[in-house]
């Protein structure tokens, strides 16, 4: 299997919810990185996850939650959502934690997130 | 901290001409990366090209190329032979080192290209 699918790829969510995001990477890919990208704006780091452990976190707070699971899936939690957090959330992954960055990070589409 | 600049929020070109779109970085890293990424309309960032901090040549990838003066903190991404393709968003990234965190990527605000017949 080639590629990162994400989905949903759009969804609306009422202030105060909770939203998962679903990300399935590629075969052999055990990184995972999650990006908020806010209308206009280039994409911000979320978190990353290797080995299903997370090994680095962005400037978001302990509502925003991963996980990460042995067959390359990964998961974004959001709890109390609120307005500015309607973005497209991407997840990237690669192969290994360090190694060559000439294998850069493949892209999902990403889910439109829209919270009213 | 990292902090990469696009001061070009968007840009025009006619088809077959080449265009740069600009970027610079700040970092107190020795050891860094710079990427350029496509985002066309569907969302997802398609990666370009990538030059390394200690890289002596400048990056090349068909038609794309890769402008790095390190001394000057600049990656400008030069498109040759542009195509109506070739229309999306441009974003200029950096992956640190020590100080930048090995993980996390820094993006720019990114240039929308618009590739005109």
């Known amino acids: 299997e080639t590629g990162v699918t994400q989905s949903p790829t759009h969804l609306i969510k009422t202030r105060g919810q909770q939203v998962t995001l679903r990300c399935s990477s590629q075969?052999?890919?055990?990184t995972v990185s999650w990006y908020q990208q806010a209308l206009g704006q280039g994409p911000q780091f979320i978190f990353q996850y290797y080995r299903e452990e997370e090994n680095g976190r962005g400037n978001f707070p302990p509502r925003f939650s991963g996980l990460q699971f042995p067959n390359y899936s990964s998961e974004l939690n959001?709890?109390?959502l609120e307005l500015d957090d309607s973005a497209l959330y991407l997840c990237a992954s690669r192969a290994g934690t360090g190694g060559d960055p000439r294998n850069g990070y493949t892209f999902?589409?990403?889910?439109?997130?829209?919270v009213v | 901290a990292q902090k990469i600049t696009q001061t070009q929020p968007g840009m025009f070109v006619q088809e077959k001409e080449a265009v740069t779109l600009d970027c610079t970085y700040d970092t107190s890293d020795q050891s860094y990366g710079l990427f350029w990424y496509k985002q066309p309309s569907s969302g997802e960032m398609i990666f370009l090209i990538y030059q390394g901090s200690y890289d002596e040549q400048n990056a090349t990838e068909g038609r794309y190329s890769l402008n790095f003066q390190k001394a000057r903190k600049s990656a400008n991404l030069v498109i040759s032979a542009s195509q109506l393709g070739d229309s999306a968003m441009y974003f200029c990234a950096m992956r640190g080192g020590l100080s930048g965190g090995y993980q996390k990527v820094?993006?720019?605000?990114?240039?929308?290209?618009?590739v005109i017949p």
């Open chain 1, 78 to 80: 959001v709890n109390a």
């Open chain 1, 27 to 30: 075969s052999g890919h055990n």
């Open chain 1, 108 to 114: 999902g589409s990403g889910t439109r997130l829209t």
């Open chain 2, 106 to 114: 820094t993006f720019g605000t990114g240039t929308k290209l618009q």
